[in-house]
């Protein structure tokens, strides 16, 4: 959420006026208001995120304001699944879809989201440039920074290259489900580029002779910094703040090379039953408010400019402007093509 936010592992359909399955907050008065201006049926994943879709976006603005909200949760493969066996469907069950920014581009060039009407949504101005793209718009972004224990490594890393070096032997961690975006750093660690992979591929081999170890998961990966098993790695500054907040000893450096972002947003499929739901849900996670909760609750940051994220909290989640400038985003025509490819590299040439 490659790591996703939080997903869930089933298919969920949270039902409006029959007991939103752990969301008891929604009043029947909410529910029978909601009637006036309809249904929006969005596609996420569950666990926090779903909880937190709900507090700060849906509840306070949408269902407040006459809209009646629906959560279909599921893992984001099966969300797209679903939309791939929806598509020549005149009308597909949902108005609006939770994806990565890799997986957003992927329902683009699939044919199956619109290119969006900007005009329809009054947040518009306020969004960065970076998270605004034909297709879709980023809802909320972390970085891809150096992270280190500073028990065993007293001088702090400053790169990507510090990172993927074979000096550090099995004291250097990798996480599988990263595989793309580790792919990604460890190429402009060696000098290559978002499309030119091949150098990164190279000194990866190189580690993993070295002895660096291969998590399957981000919680593995956080346990073998908690043991000390392993001193350094790479991971999103977000979800190292959940580390810090556990007590793992971890401190976060924004690489010189520029932090690859993790974008996490929303598209609309062209066969949604309700676009004019869709756009109003977009509008509404661009909100200002929404923006800084999620800062809050999760961690990650806002992708409008007139969101206000307290200095001490900014600190440990965000980024300079400078950093924000310097933000490296995927080439997700690239990824998308290659992929399979990558994949197959991945678990052939460095996990066997």
């Not at 044919?111 to 909320?140: C, Q, R």
Request: hydrophobic share 40%.
């Amino acid at each position: 959420m490659t790591n996703r936010i939080i997903g869930a592992p089933r298919r969920t359909i949270l039902k409006a006026g029959a007991g939103l399955a752990g969301l008891a907050s929604l009043a029947a008065p909410a529910i029978v208001r909601a009637q006036a201006k309809g249904r929006i049926v969005v596609g996420t994943w569950g666990g926090d995120y779903a909880r937190l879709l709900h507090k700060n976006i849906e509840q306070p603005i949408l269902i407040k304001a006459g809209w009646e909200v629906i959560q279909d949760q599921a893992g984001d493969s099966e969300r797209r699944s679903k939309m791939y066996a929806e598509r020549r469907l005149p009308r597909g069950t949902t108005d609006i879809q939770g994806l990565s920014g890799p997986n957003m581009y992927q329902m683009h060039d699939a044919g199956i989201v619109e290119t969006l009407d900007f005009a329809k949504i009054s947040n518009t101005p306020h969004i960065l440039p970076m998270f605004k793209y034909p297709y879709g718009i980023g809802h909320i972004y972390s970085g891809k920074v150096v992270v280190y224990n500073p028990k065993m490594m007293p001088e702090a890393p400053k790169s990507y290259a510090d990172v993927f070096s074979p000096r550090h032997g099995n004291k250097l961690g990798l996480i599988d489900i990263q595989y793309q975006y580790t792919l990604v750093a460890a190429a402009l660690a060696a000098g290559g580029r978002v499309n030119n992979l091949e150098p990164g591929q190279k000194l990866l081999i190189e580690c993993v002779k070295a002895g660096a170890r291969i998590y399957p998961s981000n919680e593995a990966f956080a346990q073998g910094l908690k043991t000390e098993e392993i001193s350094i790695g790479v991971m999103w500054k977000a979800r190292v703040v959940q580390w810090q907040n556990a007590d793992i000893s971890v401190q976060a450096v924004t690489p010189s090379e520029g932090a690859l972002a993790y974008v996490s947003g929303f598209a609309i499929p062209k066969n949604a039953p309700n676009k004019a739901g869709g756009y109003a849900y977009m509008d509404a996670m661009l909100d200002k408010a929404p923006q800084e909760a999620f800062a809050v609750d999760m961690g990650y940051n806002p992708t409008v400019t007139n969101a206000v994220v307290p200095p001490e909290l900014n600190k440990r989640i965000g980024f300079t402007p400078q950093e924000i400038e310097a933000l490296v985003d995927l080439d997700y025509a690239y990824m998308n093509e290659n992929d399979a490819r990558l994949k197959e590299w991945w678990d052939k040439s460095l996990r066997s």
